[in-house]
């Protein structure tokens, strides 16, 4: 039988990921559809409390999400422990 040479991970890792690789777009998404809105106007910028609001939102949610995860992560991991040999009885003292 072939050894693995990539590692078997776990569906929580995956929806770990997946989930940090997403906040990011979303932020970039949620910004971006916030300076659409000032298409002919001086944008404000940073100074737009509507802009700060809604970038820290996703932040907080992004942190909260991660947090989350990672807990459950943590708590469903399984650890590799080498298997016992039964008892043969024989006692080496």
């Known amino acids: 039988m072939r050894a ?3 590692p078997r991970w ?3 890792t995956w929806v770990f990921l997946a989930f ?3 906040m990011p777009l979303w932020l ?3 910004l971006d559809a916030a300076r659409e809105g000032c298409a002919g106007e001086l944008c404000r910028g940073a100074d737009d409390p509507e802009w700060l609001v809604g970038a820290w939102l996703v932040i907080v949610c992004w942190l909260a999400g991660a947090v989350l995860l ?3 992560w943590f708590v469903t991991h399984r650890t590799e422990r080498p298997r016992r ?6 006692h080496r003292h």
Do not use: E
């Not at 040999?85 to 024989?90: I, M, Y």
């Open 70 to 72: 990672g807990i459950a």
């Open 10 to 12: 776990r569906l929580l």
């Open 20 to 22: 940090n690789l997403a």
């Open 85 to 90: 040999r039964p008892h043969s009885g024989w």
């Open 4 to 6: 693995r040479r990539t």
């Open 28 to 30: 970039v998404v949620a």
